[in-house]
C-alpha cells in the first residue's frame, strides 16, 4: 500500500492497492466529503401561486486533472468517484494503457484538482477490446434481460429521481447491475464507468452497458472502449453512432423503456420468444 | 455580396452580405443538401412481439472547421445551420468579436468541412454583453409568458417528437419565439444559437433564451455570450450554473413544464401576479 504524499487537509487520499481484495474492495479510502446534493432556494410556481422551497440539484464543479505535475485537462463534473473519471479520461486519451501505470491517485477537493502519478513508459499493450467483444459476439439477450435491466437502472438512479439533472451509465450480467456511475455530464457518467471498468481490470465481454442518456458517436466511442458487447440505452441513438455500432460489433438497444426498446444493430443477437 | 471562391460541387456557398437586407435575410444561400432525417431499419419489441420498422433517427456529422486554411476545430453536430455553429464557435473561442470579421463561410458537406476566411485582425472590441444585460434588469417576465414560451419550444419541435434525439434553443420576445437552433448536442443548440445571434447583430438585452436541455455550467455560459438576461430550461439546473446565473444577473428558470416552473435566481423579475 502507498501512502499519499500531500498530507494536507482536505484532501481524500486514495491509495492504490492493486488486486489485493477483489473487485471493488482494492482501493482503501479515507472519508469522502463529497457533495451529494446542493440545497437550492426556489421560487415555485404551481397552480397559479407561487411558493418559497428548498430544490434538491445536482452539483458541477470544475476540476483540474495533473498528471505528474502537468495540469492536462478540466472536468465540469459531479464530485462522485472522481478517481473513476481520471482513469477512464487517462484510458481514452491513450495515457494509460492499463490500471498498473497508475502509482497514487489523490483527489484534493479543497483545491479542486486530481493528481495522478503514473508510469507513462509502461511496455505494455492495449488489451485489444475489439477483439474481447468479438468472442462475445454469439451471446444472445432476451427481451426480458433488456426490460429488467432498464427498469433496474431507473429504480437505482436516486439521484435522478432528486435532481432530474443526473445520468447514469451502469455495467451489467445476467439481469443484475454490477456498477454504476452517474454524472451532471452523460459523457463524464461513461467516462467513470470506463475507468472503474479499467481500474478494476474487469473481464467485460460478457457484460452489458445500461445509459440514461442518448446515444452520439462520442457516447459510443466510449462504450466501446469499455468492451461490453451490448449497449442498451433508454434514449435515442443519432445515425453516427449507429454506424459505429456496426462497425465495432456493438448490439445498440434505444428506447428501452417500461414493456417496449428498438434494436438497431445485430437483431440476431435478441432472442426471438419474448418470455425467455 | 462575395462569390464563394471554391467553386466545387457538393459545395453549399453561404455569400456574406451584411445588414442589407434585414434580419435573416443578410445572407444569400444555395440549395443547402442538409439531411433533415435519417431513416433506420430497426427492430422494435412491443407488447412481447417484434416487428421491422423503419424509425426516424437524428443525423449527426463530423465536421471540421478550418479558419484562414487552418483545421481548428472538430465538430460532432447535426447537419443544419452550420454557419451559425461556426459563428457561435468562433465568437466562443474569441476569434472574432463581430459578424462582420466573417468575409467568406463555405460549407462544404462532401468533404464535412466548413471553411471560414476571416479578418482576425479586426480593431474592434467586444461588445459588452454584460452592461447590456444589466440595463435590462428591470425588465419583468410574467408566470404566462414563461409557460407559454414552454409550451412554444415544445410545440416547434418537430424534429425532437420524430427523432426524440434533439435539443433546442431559441430566442423569444414578448412571449414569442424568434429564432430556433437544434442540433443532436445541447452544446451546438446553445452556440448555434449564440451564432445567429452574432451573425445578425440581434439586440438580446431585451430577449429571453428558452432551452429544452439541461443547465451546466457551459451552457449558462454559452447562454450569457448570448447577451439575453432571462433563460428559461425545460430541465433541471445545475449548483454551478445557479452561481453562475447570480453572478451574471441572469433569471434562471427550469422545469418549466405545462403550468408550473421553479425560478432559481432574480425571482423579484417574475411578476407576482399569476395571470399578468
Known amino acids: 500500500m502507498k501512502k499519499c504524499r500531500c498530507g494536507r487537509s482536505g484532501c481524500v487520499c486514495i491509495l492504490v492497492m492493486k488486486r489485493e481484495y477483489g473487485m471493488e474492495k482494492n482501493l482503501k479510502r479515507e472519508k469522502e466529503h463529497t457533495t451529494e446534493y446542493v440545497l437550492q432556494k426556489a421560487v415555485c410556481f404551481r397552480a397559479g401561486e407561487f411558493s418559497k422551497e428548498e430544490k434538491y440539484i445536482v452539483p458541477e464543479e470544475k476540476y483540474d486533472l495533473y498528471l505528474n505535475g502537468e495540469m492536462i485537462h478540466t472536468f465540469f463534473c459531479s464530485p462522485w468517484y472522481l478517481e473513476d473519471l481520471a482513469y477512464g479520461f487517462l484510458y481514452l486519451e491513450g495515457y494509460i494503457l492499463k490500471s498498473e501505470q497508475i502509482k497514487e491517485i489523490c483527489v484534493k477537493q479543497q483545491e479542486h484538482r486530481i493528481e495522478v502519478v503514473a508510469d507513462k513508459e509502461c511496455d505494455m499493450h492495449r488489451q485489444d477490446v475489439e477483439e474481447t467483444r468479438k468472442k462475445a459476439e454469439e451471446r444472445k439477450i432476451s427481451p426480458k434481460e433488456i426490460m429488467s435491466l ?127
Chains 1, 2 share one sequence.
Not at 246 to 266: D, H, M, P, Q, W
Open 150 to 276: 432498464a427498469a433496474a437502472l431507473d429504480e437505482r438512479s436516486h439521484r435522478f429521481r432528486l435532481t432530474g439533472g443526473v445520468h447514469s451509465a451502469a455495467l451489467a450480467k445476467d439481469g443484475e447491475i454490477l456498477l454504476m456511475r452517474e454524472d451532471v455530464g452523460r459523457h463524464n457518467a461513461v467516462e467513470k464507468l470506463l475507468g472503474a471498468c479499467v481500474r478494476e481490470q474487469i473481464d467485460t465481454a460478457d457484460k452489458t452497458i445500461v445509459f440514461s442518456g442518448r446515444v452520439a458517436a462520442e457516447i459510443l466511442e466510449k462504450a466501446a472502449a469499455i468492451g461490453a458487447p451490448t449497449l442498451i440505452a433508454v434514449s435515442a441513438p443519432t445515425s453516427r453512432a449507429v454506424e459505429l455500432a456496426e462497425e465495432k460489433g456493438i448490439l445498440l438497444v434505444g428506447f428501452a423503456r417500461g414493456e417496449s426498446f428498438n434494436v438497431y444493430t445485430f437483431p440476431e443477437r435478441v432472442t426471438i420468444r419474448a418470455t425467455a
